[in-house]
């Protein structure tokens, strides 16, 4: 039953952050076609910048990319951990930027709570994780005897 419940958090978390990695890539695309600098004024970059944060550029590309395939990563299983971690990290930004512009934080601290609860249980059974944990296994009582 606790392999299900992962099972379905890692879900959540892959639909949820993902419809934003979606979004976020739709900005780029949009800025391609109507012929502008892909990190210039449109996306995150402005806003990144706004806030102070440092390397607005590169934390633009990290974000887009962590809730993209990092998200897809943490709904297949692959890497859970450090893709859970990663999204979490982005959590915490986005959690900061809603605190300081008075806007809703609420998501975030959802989003930050499940993914930090996937750092510390890692995927589960229905994962490729595990699968490839149970390979390794194998192959190691394969090269003991």
């Given at each position: 039953?606790?392999?299900?419940?992962?099972?379905?958090?890692r879900?959540?978390?892959?639909?949820?952050a993902?419809t934003?990695?979606?979004?976020?890539?739709?900005?780029?695309?949009t800025?391609?076609h109507?012929?502008?600098?892909?990190?210039?004024?449109?996306?995150?970059?402005?806003?990144?910048?706004?806030?102070?944060?440092?390397?607005p550029?590169?934390l633009?590309?990290?974000?887009?990319?962590?809730?993209s395939?990092?998200?897809?990563?943490?709904?297949?299983?692959?890497?859970?951990r450090?893709a859970?971690?990663?999204?979490?990290?982005?959590?915490?930004?986005a959690?900061?930027?809603?605190?300081?512009?008075?806007?809703?934080?609420?998501?975030?601290?959802l989003?930050?709570?499940i993914?930090?609860?996937?750092?510390?249980?890692?995927?589960?059974?229905?994962?490729i994780?595990?699968l490839l944990?149970t390979r390794k296994?194998k192959q190691?009582?394969?090269?003991?005897f």
């Amino acid at each position: 039953m606790l392999d299900i419940g992962l099972l379905l958090f890692r879900a959540a978390g892959f639909l949820l952050a993902f419809t934003f990695g979606v979004q976020k890539i739709g900005w780029y695309v949009t800025a391609f076609h109507a012929g502008k600098p892909l990190l210039s004024s449109i996306g995150l970059t402005p806003l990144i910048a706004h806030m102070g944060l440092p390397l607005p550029v590169i934390l633009a590309l990290w974000i887009t990319l962590n809730e993209s395939i990092g998200a897809f990563f943490v709904g297949i299983g692959l890497l859970t951990r450090f893709a859970a971690a990663s999204l979490a990290l982005g959590m915490i930004g986005a959690l900061y930027t809603g605190v300081r512009l008075e806007e809703d934080w609420l998501r975030a601290a959802l989003y930050f709570v499940i993914f930090l609860g996937l750092i510390f249980t890692g995927a589960g059974k229905f994962s490729i994780d595990r699968l490839l944990q149970t390979r390794k296994t194998k192959q190691h009582r394969a090269s003991v005897f």
